[in-house]
């Protein structure tokens, strides 16, 4: 989901504003109605989930009512804004992951204990890293989603591959084949990897044990150009030898799910929602759907899967509330293993790794969840908003992918400008 956060100063001192109007309480005894603001996602997909911890937390506040107000992605944080600045903020709010640290930052949500909370210990890392700030723990969790190698069994199987990969030694090995059976066709591409598909690119960083950036001291320091990352990004410049995407292209325009279905991609890294997208009567080609499978990126370590970035929700309780602890129950209903099951149930991929093999019977999502269990996320920094608007790692790949640059020159010139607006913010 797109970022968008709002100047840091204008969030803090709207929140000055608000604080001094919120008690700030967490009183249980006086209140009547609890507030939540969930995306209509919920609505749509999986409103059991919504009514089982509504009736449970009724079951424990009887005299407490809970208000679900629906939001949509494209106005969520505006309406949040001026809530904030209000003072009358919803009581709990569903806040997509990328979208957390600026109000982090800001102080706009109370401090949790991750204690209190239903699988805490085993939360999705590329989830819980999104809740958290400075040491400090200020959301809980949702859901997620995840990407893997969406693939076609019978260009494999023509091109002698008898068994999906285990490693990415492999993979590339398997890519490889795929070339000498179809590759005469210019447009043909065993891996599609556009040059500025940066979430498998740094996914190839952090598998390998690299970062994006590392926090020593209070400052931020870029870290592309660190041996492992260098390891890993002239890997990344292999794999996308096996590709005739746009060496200066993403993967959204065109959409690459799309691309896949016109024939002349043996594999690409989607989304599980990419899978069916692929298969749209109208946009894509329903006549795929006998062969077409999924399995997670594998590891360059044999017998593992390569960490994967997770875009997903978690759910945050306002500064501004007066009933801290009711929404703290209702988050506990929320992500309940009942309730997250029922999320699942509807094909998402729950907060916790215990329940990733909830739909290992569906092979439209088991590879997904499967993915999900090794995760990374971006840097939690208030200025991370500004390395994705400045497209530092789109411009480093493209280089990379180009020849513009060495690799390490790339990296370096990235690490060097992420460094600079981590710390600075410009």
């Known amino acids: ?95 997509g992951n990328t979208e957390m640290t600026k109000y982090m930052a800001a102080g706009a949500f109370k401090t949790l204990t991750q204690g209190a909370f239903p699988n805490n210990k085993t939360w999705l890392q590329g989830l819980k890293g999104s809740c958290q700030f400075n040491g400090k723990l200020y959301g809980v969790p949702y859901y997620a989603g995840a990407r893997a190698v969406i693939y076609r069994t019978d260009q494999y199987k023509a091109a002698g591959i008898k068994s999906t990969p285990k490693s990415l030694a492999q993979f590339m090995a398997d890519g490889r084949k795929l070339m000498k059976k179809y590759g005469k066709d210019s447009g043909y591409s065993a891996v599609y990897f556009p040059g500025k598909y940066w979430y498998f690119g740094m996914s190839v960083v952090y598998d390998y044990g690299g970062q994006i950036a590392v926090r020593k001291g209070g400052k931020w320091k870029g870290a592309l150009n660190s041996p492992r990352a260098l390891v890993a990004l002239n890997q990344v410049k292999a794999l996308m030898k096996l590709s005739r995407a746009s060496k200066t292209g993403d993967e959204a325009n065109p959409q690459q799910a799309l691309v896949f279905a016109k024939g002349k991609v043996g594999s690409f890294v989607g989304n599980g929602w990419e899978w069916p997208y692929a298969l749209d009567e109208k946009l894509g080609n329903p006549a795929l759907s006998s062969s077409m499978n999924a399995y997670p990126m594998p590891s360059h370590s044999k017998g593992k899967f390569m960490s994967t970035f997770l875009g997903g929700s978690d759910l945050a309780v306002p500064v501004t509330t007066k009933n801290q602890g009711l929404a703290a129950d209702w988050i506990k209903a929320f992500t309940s293993t009942a309730s997250e099951s029922e999320i699942a149930k509807a094909g998402n991929i729950a907060n ?25 996320f971006v840097p939690t920094s208030p200025n991370w908003a500004n390395v994705e608007n400045a497209n530092v790692l789109q411009t480093m790949l493209v280089k990379i992918a180009t020849g513009r640059a060495s690799v390490k020159a790339a990296a370096t010139s990235a690490s060097n400008q992420i460094t600079r607006i981590l710390n600075t913010g410009a």
Do not use: C
Not at 13 to 26: E, I, K, N
Not at 62 to 74: A, E, H, I, L, R
């Open 1 to 95: 989901m797109k970022v968008r956060y709002l100047a840091a100063a204008l969030l803090v001192a709207m929140l000055a504003v608000a604080a001094s109007t919120a008690s700030g309480g967490t009183s249980r005894k006086h209140a009547t109605k609890l507030v939540i603001w969930l995306q209509n996602d919920a609505q749509n997909g999986w409103p059991e989930a919504v009514a089982l911890a509504n009736r449970n937390f009724k079951a424990q506040h009887p005299d407490v009512d809970v208000d679900v107000q629906y939001q949509t992605w494209g106005t969520h944080l505006t309406k949040f804004d001026a809530a904030l600045a209000g003072g009358d903020a919803p009581d709990v709010i569903e806040m």
């Open 352 to 376: 916790t790794t215990k329940l990733l093999a909830f739909n290992a019977s569906n092979p439209k999502l088991a590879p997904f969840a499967k993915a999900a269990k090794f995760s990374w």
